[in-house]
Nanobody, 117 residues
Framework: QVQLVESGGGLVQAGGSLRVSCAASGSIFSIHAMGWYRQAPGKQRELVAVIFSGGSTHYTDSVRGRFTISRDNAKNTVDLQMNSLKPEDTAVYYC???????????WGQGTQVTVSS
């Protein structure tokens, strides 16, 4: 089993910055990708950013240039630095890890990010 523990998040004014972090532990073999999703009230969960085992990254259009994803392979952690936050970034942010031969998806419990206008 893989456990994901998230930290960070909180309340910030528009234009501010926040950082969310995720640490993976347990029986971790062959992490293929680590990423962040978010879900706003009444909306579907959406991919925010992902970083693959080779180091390449992908961002959803709405956050590109404002958010930066990074990972520490030795510690199995993934961070999301969020700058120039907007009220529409308000959501619960979920850490996601894809690992193993079967490319199993693992999810964190979610952390709230609230951006006030």
């Amino acid at each position: 089993q893989v456990q994901l523990v998230e930290s960070g998040g909180g309340l910030v004014q528009a234009g501010g910055s926040l950082r969310v972090s995720c640490a993976a532990s347990g029986s971790i073999f062959s992490i293929h990708a680590m990423g962040w999703y978010r879900q706003a009230p009444g909306k579907q969960r959406e991919l925010v950013a992902v970083i693959f085992s080779g180091g390449s990254t992908h961002y959803t259009d709405s956050v590109r240039g404002r958010f930066t994803i990074s990972r520490d392979n030795a510690k199995n952690t993934v961070d999301l630095q969020m700058n120039s936050l907007k009220p529409e970034d308000t959501a619960v942010y979920y850490c996601n890890v894809v690992a193993g031969i079967s490319r199993q998806n693992y999810w964190g419990q979610g952390t709230q990010v609230t951006v006030s206008s």
